[in-house]
C-alpha cells in the first residue's frame, strides 16, 4: 500500500504553510468546506476549498512565473482538456450532451451552476484584489 503524508496533499492547510504560497491569508477558508452550507464567500471573504485550489492553479499558470508552486510536478500531470466530459459539452453548447441520460444531465447541470458561481467568486476576487496581492 502507498501511504501519502498529509503534507504531501494540496489542501488549505498545506497550501497556507508553503513558503511558495502567494495567496492572501484572508481569503483561506476558515473552517473545513464539508462544514459550509453555501458555496459563496463568506461574510469575511474567504473562498471554499474548491475555489482556493482553483485560485492556485490559475495562479501557476501565470507566464511571468510569479505564483511557482511545490506542487508543480502534479499539477502538471493533470489533464489540460476534458472533451470526453459532459460538462464539457454543456459548457461548450455541444449536442451531445442530449444523449446523457436526463438523471446523468440534472447533475452535470448542476456541476455547471456551480463551476459558473465560482467562476464569478473567483472573477470578483481579481477584480478586488487589483491592487497587487496576487499580481
Do not use: C
Not at 465560482?118 to 496576487?134: E, T
Amino acid at each position: 500500500m502507498l501511504v501519502i503524508p498529509s503534507g504531501a496533499l494540496l489542501n488549505p492547510l498545506t497550501l497556507l504553510a508553503s513558503p511558495l504560497n502567494s495567496i492572501p491569508s484572508h481569503l483561506f477558508p476558515s473552517a473545513p468546506s464539508h462544514r459550509a452550507k453555501k458555496r459563496r464567500t463568506s461574510t469575511s471573504g474567504s473562498l471554499n476549498t474548491t475555489q482556493l485550489l482553483t485560485l492556485h492553479l490559475v495562479l501557476t499558470r501565470d507566464t511571468e512565473k510569479r505564483h511557482p508552486s511545490a506542487w508543480q510536478t502534479y499539477i502538471d500531470s493533470i489533464p489540460q482538456g476534458f472533451s470526453w466530459h459532459p460538462l464539457s459539452w454543456i459548457h461548450a453548447g455541444d449536442r451531445r450532451i442530449s444523449t446523457v441520460p436526463e438523471a446523468a444531465r440534472r447533475k452535470v447541470k448542476g456541476v455547471h451552476r456551480r463551476f459558473e458561481e465560482d467562476l464569478a467568486v473567483l472573477k470578483r476576487v481579481f477584480v478586488s484584489d487589483s491592487a497587487g496581492d496576487l499580481g
